[in-house]
């Protein structure tokens, strides 16, 4: 299973667009990138997943290079809410392909007034 | 509406006291999990079932253990909880196969030894 490095805080303003990266250097080929949210004593949320190149949805955009041996989830104009812990995964998306995920260890972003 | 439901959110048992933690879903999904989260930990992969099919993983301790009755529902016992067991237990599905590869997670189960 590929290793996923990310930083371990980051701050931010509201309003602000915040950006983070996350090094999966051995991804293999039927890997996705997946990104979860989680709130103090809640079960992690789904917020978005890319194979390559750029996925957007309501909440957020992920950034896939070429050599997808890195990715990075934008979250655009962040407000208090936004506050949490934001795990990337990689993993297969079909279980039968591998798809356990193991969580690295997360950013914390805290966002201020 | 909730599609992973654990029960109960929080549980105190007594240390070496046997303890039962349940997990339903609604999605009909083939893969459930239970993950281990310590205080400002990520959540840690114990064990996984495909189907009735158990895949342990290696470092999960013998204490762990679970059944899963039928698709809906699983159960992570853990048969003599230790201080060191405290933590909150997430309960995910998610499909085997066809693509999407989202993994839903449940509410949590908090434990407390005391």
């Known amino acids: 299973l590929a290793k996923t490095t990310q930083p371990i805080s980051m701050d931010s303003y509201e309003g602000q667009e915040v950006n983070i990266t996350c090094s999966h250097n051995?991804?293999?080929?039927?890997?996705?990138i997946t990104w979860y949210q989680q709130f103090p004593s809640q079960g992690p949320r789904f917020i978005i997943q890319?194979?390559?190149t750029k996925v957007t949805n309501e909440v957020a955009s992920l950034f896939i290079p070429a050599d997808r041996k890195s990715s990075t989830l934008s979250l655009p104009r962040v407000s208090l809410s936004d506050t949490a812990v934001y795990y990337c995964?990689?993993?297969?998306?079909?279980?039968?392909?591998?798809?356990?995920?193991?969580f690295g260890q997360g950013t914390e972003l805290s966002v201020k007034p | 509406d909730a599609m992973v439901i654990q029960n109960p959110r929080y549980q105190v048992t007594q240390f070496g006291k046997p303890v039962t933690l349940s997990c339903s879903q609604t999605?009909?999904?083939?893969?459930m999990y239970w993950y281990q989260q310590k205080s400002s930990q990520a959540p840690k992969l114990l064990f996984h079932?495909?189907?009735?099919?158990?895949?342990n993983e290696a470092d999960t301790p013998d204490n762990f253990q679970s059944r899963r009755p039928n698709t809906s529902f699983c159960f992570l016992d853990i048969r003599s909880p230790g201080l060191g067991d405290a933590a909150m237990y997430l309960c995910?599905?998610?499909?085997?196969?066809?693509?999407?590869?989202?993994?839903?997670f449940g509410e949590g189960s908090w434990l407390t030894v005391v």
């Open positions: 890319g194979y390559k």
């Open positions: 999605l009909n999904h083939n893969v």
């Open positions: 995910a599905t998610s499909r085997a196969g066809g693509g999407g590869g989202t993994i839903y």
């Open positions: 995964l990689v993993g297969a998306s079909n279980y039968n392909q591998g798809g356990k995920l193991i």
């Open positions: 079932y495909y189907d009735k099919d158990f895949n």
């Open positions: 051995n991804i293999a080929t039927n890997d996705y």
